[in-house]
């Protein structure tokens, strides 16, 4: 019995090898992030770097490793729906904390 599940129109949905080391690598960043803001040897600017950057990677794992998000599937579609959805939420994000910046320093706080 092979290990790799394959769907009705002969996408691969991974092995147990790739899910293993999607679940390690996710432990890992997630022991890296929570390391490293529990310590507090680090300055502020230093962990949200850490955090964000950690984040991100963990984010590619999950769709890599457990969503299966690849060129080949489904001619490509996957990845350009994912790459609309991650630019309109970095837009919306983005621009509210912008806003919420500027009327943090724009109040006039008595």
């Not at 490793?65 to 309109?88: C, D, P, Q, R, Y």
């Amino acid at each position: 019995m092979s290990d790799i599940h394959t769907s009705h129109d002969g996408a691969s949905h991974g092995s147990y090898k790739s899910y293993i080391i999607g679940l390690v690598l996710s432990i890992v960043l997630t022991l890296i992030s929570f390391g490293v803001v529990m310590t507090g040897s680090f300055g502020i600017p230093t962990m949200m770097i850490t955090v964000v950057v950690t984040a991100i990677i963990q984010v590619l794992v999950q769709l890599v490793l457990f969503m299966h998000l690849n060129t080949k599937s489904e001619g490509g579609w996957n990845v350009l729906s994912f790459v609309f959805t991650a630019g309109i939420l970095v837009l919306i994000i983005g621009g509210s904390l912008w806003i919420m910046h500027n009327i943090h320093i724009n109040m006039m706080l008595g």
